[in-house]
């Protein structure tokens, strides 16, 4: 079973400021199936992400994803006072799904 | 307009049963993998199960595997999820999501959930 690590837990930062979240699988993933989400407070999860560097319909072009291997990444080029969230990332296999523990953005 | 209304939570004893609904709109039930997830008071999304388009096809997290099932009626637009020997720590918010996914022959390819529905909260306490 993978096991999806998120760091760092809290991140604290101004608005305009650039943001770096990481994603560590226990081993090594296909890129394909890496996914990011957005939930903000009382809200359903946002899909960002997919394919690890893939943006979903809708999304800024301040959010980027890339990675491969082991290690992911998701950044957010400008934050956007919207952008204060938790983030999620999530491996699809055929038969699971995992899910990171998430990373509080923070002002 | 992708819509997915979920319904069913409220307070239950543990070792009783509920069962969620996932009505959905807007978009061709019967060709999408759907998923439950929950999210426990506080905590981080947890992946409950997933089935795919025709029905025939369920997977489950070790959590929750052989209390809970998962199925779909496609002639009504709705995901379920049947909830058996509740305990504790099945107290969470439940979400359908749907999934996109795509079969190239060798490959599949992965795009996401992509739509979710509200949630809808399930207590299990005495």
């Known amino acids: 079973e993978i096991v999806l690590t998120q760091s760092p837990g809290t991140l604290s930062l101004s608005p305009g400021e650039r943001a770096t979240l990481s994603c560590r699988a226990s081993q090594s993933v296909s890129s394909g199936y890496l996914a990011w989400y957005q939930q903000k407070p009382g809200q359903a999860p946002r899909l960002l992400i997919y394919?690890?560097?893939s943006r979903a319909t809708g999304i800024p072009d301040r959010f980027s994803g890339s990675g491969s291997g082991t290690d992911f990444t998701l950044t957010i080029s400008r934050l956007e006072p919207e952008d204060f969230a938790v983030y999620y990332c999530?491996?699809?296999?055929?038969?699971?799904?995992?899910f990171g523990q998430g990373t509080k953005l923070e002002i | 307009e992708v819509q997915l209304l979920e319904s069913g939570g409220g307070l239950l004893q543990p070792g009783g049963s509920v069962r969620l609904s996932c009505a959905v709109s807007g978009f061709t039930f019967p060709t999408y993998v759907m998923s439950w997830v929950r999210q426990a008071p506080g905590k981080g999304l947890e992946w409950v199960a997933a089935?795919?388009?025709?029905?025939?096809?369920?997977y489950y997290a070790d959590s929750v595997k052989g209390r809970f099932t998962i199925s779909r009626d496609n002639s009504k637009n709705t995901l379920y999820l049947q909830m058996n020997s509740l305990r504790a720590e099945d107290t969470a918010v439940y979400y359908c999501a749907k999934e996109t996914t795509k079969y190239s022959g060798t490959y599949y390819y992965y795009y996401g959930m992509d739509a979710w529905g509200q949630g809808t909260t399930v207590t299990v306490s005495s």
């Open positions: 394919a690890a560097s």
């Open positions: 999530q491996h699809y296999d055929s038969s699971s799904r995992t």
């Open positions: 089935i795919n388009g025709g029905g025939g096809i369920t």
